[in-house]
C-alpha cells in the first residue's frame, strides 16, 4: 500500500490496479481515506458516486489523478459501467465530455478508489481480472474522530517519506504489482 502512494507521487502517470476496499461494517476508514487522498492531492483528486460512472458526462473526474468511488455498487445488469471502469484503470486518454462543451481527447493519468459497504457482490469481476485490487477492511480496535484531521497534520512527512523513499516492489506489469501481491481471499469471493 506504500508503494501505491510512493507509485503515485513519484510517478503520477504510472497506470496502476483499482483499489476496492470493501466491508459491511461501518466506520472503518473507507470513506477516510478517500477524504485523506482529496487532501494530498488537492484539485487533482475527486470524490465521486457511481452515478458519475453510469454518465456520458466525465467532466467531474476525466482530468484528475486520484479518483475515489464512494459507496460503490455496480450491480451485474451495469455493463457499461463495468466495461468504463475497466478502461479507466488502463487507458491513457479520455473524450473528456462536459455538458454542453465539445468532447476532446485528453492525456488520462488517473486512479481509482472504490470503497462498498458490499463486500461480495459490489461489482462483478471475473477471478482472471488483474486491474482490481481488493481488500477487505477490519475496523479499528480503537476509534479516533479526529483521525483525518491527524492524517492531514501529518501530510507534509508522509509526502517527503513518499517522495524520498526507494519503491519497495519492482514494476514487472503495465500496472505496476505482480498479480500474486494483488490477489486476496476477498477477490476469490468477489469473482
Known amino acids: 500500500a506504500m508503494d501505491y502512494y510512493r507509485i503515485k507521487l513519484q510517478r503520477p502517470t504510472q497506470i496502476l490496479p483499482v483499489i476496492c476496499l470493501v466491508s459491511s461494517e461501518q ?3 473507507k ?3 478517500l477524504k485523506f487522498n482529496t487532501k494530498l492531492f488537492g484539485s487533482n483528486a475527486c470524490i465521486i458516486g457511481k452515478e458519475h ?3 456520458q458526462f466525465n467532466g467531474t473526474y476525466a482530468n484528475k489523478i486520484m479518483i475515489g468511488v464512494d ?9 457499461s459501467a463495468k466495461e468504463r ?3 479507466l484503470a488502463t487507458d491513457e486518454t479520455i473524450i473528456y465530455n462536459q455538458k454542453g462543451i465539445e468532447a476532446k481527447e485528453i492525456p488520462y ?6 470503497c462498498s459497504n458490499d463486500e461480495k457482490d459490489f461489482m462483478q469481476i471475473q477471478s482472471t481480472d488483474k486491474r482490481f485490487w481488493i481488500i477487505k477492511v477490519k475496523p479499528p480496535k480503537k476509534k479516533d474522530p479526529d483521525l483525518l484531521s491527524k492524517m492531514i497534520a501529518e501530510m507534509p512527512a508522509f509526502i517527503h517519506y513518499c517522495l524520498n ?3 519497495f516492489y519492482p514494476k514487472v506489469t503495465r500496472s505496476w504489482f505482480d498479480d500474486k501481491l494483488l490477489h486476496t481471499e476477498q477477490r476469490d469471493e468477489v469473482a
Not at 459507496?71 to 451495469?78: H, L, R, S, V
Not at 493519468?109 to 472504490?114: A, R
Open 165 to 167: 523513499t526507494p519503491i
Open 85 to 87: 471502469i475497466k478502461k
Open 53 to 55: 460512472l453510469e454518465s
Open 71 to 79: 459507496e460503490a455498487f455496480i450491480g451485474i445488469e451495469k455493463k
Open 31 to 33: 470513506s477516510t481515506l
Open 109 to 114: 493519468y488517473g486512479s481509482l478508489v472504490f
Open 27 to 29: 466506520e472503518t476508514g
